[in-house]
């Protein structure tokens, strides 16, 4: 698969997303980085921890939090994509719903779609992946309400992403999937897919995992969101074991150490 101007081999290894939302109001790192220097700061330390990407994040997706409408989130964004790739040679992946946002994120310089509803929000996005040939990640979500089989309904959920994608253009191999863990989903239906994962791997897609100190490992622990490190780490672990080929997380010194750990020993003969 190529993102940006990197070939990232499937099956090789696990390759890491470094988180870097550049917000005043996301649940763990709100208002951090949301200026321009401050952020390529972070992409700085983000790359020498190991980050394989940079996923650029302009509007919270944390329960309850505020609508931000494409203009407001592209003047967020577009100053720091243009300012990373200035500066670093290395693909940005945008996070967003919004078709508006993806294309001028790209034109800016970005290089992967990361949609947190699967081109299901917006039906121009998955058009604008068509039309710039760039990968995506068509995550799984849904508005709460009961699931007759969990594993199930997400499987067929995906598969319309997926339908959505390759129906506007966008190739099989640009494809990857997210299981949507914290998105529509409660505590014990994201224990549930954290345990199948494997399940997904089965429809022929790289397969990405976001789990980085979310209330699932909190509430496992009892713990805020600045004390999930090693919650995270155990979900990295099992993620690669079940077919993961790619994680997005904050702390990406620890997960890249737990992930060449863990490829290390799933490649031994």
């Known amino acids: 698969m190529i993102i940006g101007n990197k070939n990232f081999v499937i099956g090789e290894r696990t390759f890491v997303m470094g988180i ?12 951090k980085y ?6 390529v700061k972070r992409a700085e330390i983000l790359i020498k921890d190991g ?15 505020e609508d931000v409408d494409d ?16 500066k670093f040679d290395i693909p940005i992946s945008i996070d967003t719903y919004k078709a508006k ?3 001028a994120a790209i034109l800016a310089g970005a290089d992967l779609i990361n949609d947190v509803w699967g081109f299901k929000k917006d039906k121009n996005m998955a058009k604008i992946a068509a039309k710039y040939k760039v990968p995506c990640i068509l995550m799984h979500n849904r508005e709460d309400f ?13 598969i319309d992403s997926i339908n959505l994608a390759l129906e506007a253009g966008v190739k099989r191999e640009n ?24 399940q997904i791997k089965t429809m022929g897609f790289p397969m990405l995992l976001g789990t980085s100190r979310k209330s699932m490992i909190g509430n496992a622990l009892g713990l805020p969101v600045d004390n999930r490190v ?31 750990m863990t490829d290390k020993i799933l490649s031994s003969k």
């Open 20 to 31: 870097l939302n550049v917000t005043p109001d996301s649940f763990s790192d709100g208002g």
């Open 175 to 198: 494809i990857i999937l997210d299981p949507g863990i914290g998105f529509g989903k409660n505590y014990e239906e994201n224990l549930i897919v954290m345990n199948n994962l494997e």
């Open 71 to 86: 203009n407001e989130e592209i003047q967020r964004v577009v100053p720091i994509i243009k300012a990373i790739k200035e």
């Open 101 to 103: 946002t993806a294309e």
């Open 230 to 260: 090693e919650g995270t780490l155990a979900t990295t672990v099992i993620g690669i074991m079940k077919g993961c080929e790619f994680v997005r997380v904050h702390d990406v010194l620890e997960n890249k150490r737990a992930c060449i």
């Open 146 to 158: 009961p699931y007759n089989e969990i594993m199930k309904d997400i499987l067929m959920e995906l």
């Open 51 to 65: 980050a394989d990407i940079i996923d650029i994040g302009g509007e919270s997706t944390r329960p309850n939090s």
């Open 34 to 39: 949301n200026e321009v220097d401050l952020a």
